[in-house]
C-alpha cells in the first residue's frame, strides 16, 4: 500500500517557475514508477511526466518537454515536478501517481498503469 501527498502548488505567473513534491508512504516505494498527471477543468486527465523505479528512465507530454523535469529521490519517498517557463495552459490539478513496475526500466505513460493516487494539489497560472 502507497499513501502520496502532493505539495507545491498555487498561483504563478506566466513565465514563472514551481516545484511540485508528492511524498509517499510504504516501504516499497522505491519499486514503483512514479508519475505526474494534470487535469483541467472540462478536459480528460493526461499524463506530464513518469519516472522508472531507478530514476534512470523517463517520460514527458510532448507539451511539456524542455520545461518541465521529473525527478525523485529514494531516500526521501519522495518524487518532484520542476516547471519552468509556465504557461496559462498549464493551469491544472496535478496528481502524482505510483505504479508497480517490477523494477523494470520503464517510465509508464497510461493512467491505467497506476495503482495509486494522490489527491491533487492546484496550479494556477495567471497570464
Known amino acids: 500500500q502507497v499513501q502520496l501527498v502532493e505539495s507545491g502548488g498555487g498561483l504563478v505567473q506566466a513565465g514563472g517557475s514551481r516545484r511540485l513534491s508528492c511524498a509517499a508512504s510504504?516501504?516499497?516505494?522505491?519499486?514503483?514508477?512514479m508519475g505526474w498527471f494534470r487535469q483541467a477543468p472540462g478536459k480528460e486527465r493526461e499524463s506530464v511526466a513518469a519516472?522508472?523505479?531507478?530514476?534512470?528512465?523517463?517520460y514527458y507530454a510532448d507539451s511539456v518537454k524542455g520545461r518541465f523535469t521529473i525527478s525523485r529521490d529514494n531516500a526521501r519517498n519522495t518524487v518532484y515536478l520542476q516547471m519552468n517557463s509556465l504557461k496559462p495552459e498549464d493551469t491544472a490539478v496535478y496528481y502524482c501517481?505510483?505504479?508497480?513496475?517490477?523494477?523494470?526500466?520503464?517510465?509508464?505513460?497510461?493512467?491505467?498503469?497506476?495503482?495509486?493516487w494522490g489527491q491533487g494539489t492546484q496550479v494556477t497560472v495567471s497570464s
Open positions: 501517481a505510483a505504479g508497480e513496475t517490477l523494477y523494470r526500466a520503464y517510465a509508464p505513460a497510461g493512467p491505467h498503469e497506476y495503482g495509486y
Open positions: 510504504g516501504r516499497t516505494f522505491s519499486s514503483y514508477a
Open positions: 519516472i522508472s523505479w531507478s530514476g534512470g528512465n523517463t
